[in-house]
């Protein structure tokens, strides 16, 4: 799943750090969720988008695999 999180922290000027400690989670999540490399919690990718005060599909973008969008 891709995401704006990187984006949208940037344009509030917040490091990871910061924004970890905004959302209660660590630097190390922040930073995976960054990378794509760990999608968030229901509860966690409400967080963020109250925060951010945005959707959470305006945050994180799901694109169905090839093979799901066939069947």
Request: hydrophobic share 35%.
């Amino acid at each position: 799943m891709n995401n704006r999180l990187e984006e949208l922290r940037k344009e509030r000027k917040l490091s990871q750090e910061d924004l970890a400690l905004i959302l209660e989670v660590s630097r190390q999540t922040i930073n995976s969720l960054e990378k794509g490399r760990y999608n968030p919690s229901i509860l966690l990718a409400f967080k963020i988008s109250r925060y951010f005060e945005k959707t959470i599909e305006d945050i994180f973008i799901y694109e169905e695999e090839e093979h799901a969008k066939e069947m």
